[in-house]
């Protein structure tokens, strides 16, 4: 049997292996002249930077497939954990380190306020319970049928999924700082943690179980890494392919049409790419009644990114791996990003700088950095080309003042993108950088599924499908198609009376 698989990010990667793995034929189509997706990789000054994830979470994921085909990972890539897991550095200058061990964790928590010591138990306690149900129990199972959802109602009315992570937290901590700690890590999947369902405090815990991680070489190397075994075993790759249509015939999948107007036929095809943006532009309207234009314009994207990446001839010793630069406002400045959709003025920010895990990713005395701002997708009124450079100028101004002295003389390499990369280069509708944000209305069976309902033989993974965003997320969504898509080991054996 043949498998398309479009796009060559995480999912695709990861779902091209498996069904592979399973049997069936598997060609690769990705649109760019690179695998990766949001985790590509910019070479430029003899710097190397990750061009999106730098987190790396629940290792088990990648070992997972390599040991589809008896490979042993370690001979493809090398994880080291990162410590502290992000240093966080508050407006008015105290930092918090978030550690994995608990005795270390309480101890910051101790230093900035002893009376959230026992709050931070029972929130851990809860995110820990949440997890058990929301990853553990759920993250690669499929939400097809609404009677999937009814059965884990009772368990997300106990959790209090209802309740917003902000929300959940402060109920447990007082501390507006450690508020804003413990919060803030649905930003990583798009999410606003006042509003995003508490169900996502699932990362807190997720984090503590695994820990935090970088791959030498960083993310792109794992990148390379799943892209070598896929060609070591049998997987078609084609870069530079773009698909422009999805080929349906009586309510099935019959194969694709790239850019260039080759016809590839396929038994299943596998998208790794935005779903509003396969349903409304690669697949004719009278192919797809649940998914209409009218129904995926009510689909509420997540927030984008303005990254800038940039190279310095000297060294900061002594920054943390990650670092999450915090503003004055907090509560204040989301809904300026999520829902006013205007440019504040001040920023929050996640520095990240792989050069202290990693020296060879810069030349020799030098340091490799990326910087992220949450800012409006592109349903703001906002000309990315007239505020790109000024946005960016202004980032550079605020690491220089509060973190990284000298960073301006220094520089010797530095470029950005806008949410108009990710509308234009990864195809992602509003220019979102998270898909469709997750919110309790836009997940498990309310967001889009892994199976097409309107489509047989059509199936979507990525950050736009169950479960969603992050790492853990998206290889999770590949998962999900071991309990969905038919193994063709099995239709070959009834082929051969086996």
Request: glycine content about 10%.
């Amino acid at each position: 049997m043949k498998a398309i698989v479009i796009g060559a990010g995480f999912g695709g990667l990861a779902a091209a292996l498996r069904l592979r793995a399973r049997g069936y034929d598997v060609t690769v189509c990705e649109a760019r002249g690179e695998p990766g997706g949001r985790a590509a990789v910019f070479h430029e000054g003899g710097y190397t930077f990750d061009a999106g994830p730098t987190v790396i979470t629940a290792p088990y994921l990648f070992e997972e497939l390599f040991a589809l085909f008896g490979k042993d990972p370690r001979d493809y890539y090398e994880l080291v954990p990162v410590d502290p897991f992000y240093r966080v550095i508050f407006d008015d200058g105290a930092h918090f380190d978030y550690v994995g061990e608990e005795d270390r964790l309480l101890a910051q928590i101790a230093r900035l306020s002893p009376r959230d010591v026992d709050g931070y138990r029972k929130l851990a306690d809860h995110a820990r319970r949440i997890f058990e149900v929301g990853y553990t129990g759920l993250a690669d199972k499929p939400f097809s049928r609404v009677t999937d959802m009814l059965k884990v109602v009772p368990a997300m009315v106990r959790l209090e999924s209802h309740k917003s992570v902000y929300g959940l937290v402060s109920r447990y901590i007082k501390d507006e700082r450690l508020r804003q700690v413990f919060t803030f890590e649905p930003l990583l999947v798009g999410g606003n943690p006042f509003r995003a369902s508490s169900i996502y405090l699932l990362i807190h815990w997720l984090e503590r179980k695994w820990g935090v991680h970088f791959a030498k070489g960083g993310t792109t190397a794992l990148v390379g890494a799943l892209w070598r075994l896929m060609q070591e075993e049998g997987v078609e790759t084609r870069l530079d392919t773009p698909v422009a249509e999805i080929l349906v015939e009586g309510g099935r999948v019959t194969g694709v049409v790239t850019d260039a107007g080759e016809r590839l036929a396929a038994d299943v095809v596998v998208a790794n790419a935005d779903p509003t943006m396969v349903y409304g532009r690669m697949i004719d309207p009278r192919h797809r009644p649940k998914h209409g234009d009218a129904a995926l314009a009510r689909t509420r994207q997540s927030m984008s990114l303005v990254v800038a990446y940039f190279g310095a001839s000297r060294t900061y010793p002594e920054l943390a791996h990650h670092t999450i630069l915090l503003g004055p406002r907090y509560k204040g400045l989301l809904a300026d990003i999520f829902d006013k959709r205007v440019l504040a003025d001040d920023f929050s920010l996640y520095l990240h700088a792989p050069t202290r895990t990693d020296a060879s990713l810069a030349p020799p005395g030098h340091e490799a950095f990326y910087v992220l701002s949450p800012v409006p997708n592109l349903r703001a009124d906002i000309d990315w080309a007239e505020e790109g450079p000024r946005y960016e100028a202004r980032i550079l101004e605020h690491l220089e003042r509060r973190l990284l002295p000298g960073l301006r003389e220094s520089l010797t390499v530095k470029f950005h993108v806008t949410p108009e990369y990710f509308a234009r280069e990864l195809r992602s509708a509003d220019g979102a950088a998270f898909g469709p944000e997750p919110l309790l209305t836009q997940s498990a069976w309310f967001r889009y599924h892994n199976r097409s309902e309107d489509v047989g033989g059509l199936y979507f993974v990525g950050a736009g499908t169950h479960p969603g965003g992050g790492l853990p997320g998206v290889l999770n969504t590949a998962r999900v198609l071991d309990r969905v898509v038919p193994d063709a080991r099995r239709g070959a054996a009834r082929a051969t009376g086996a």
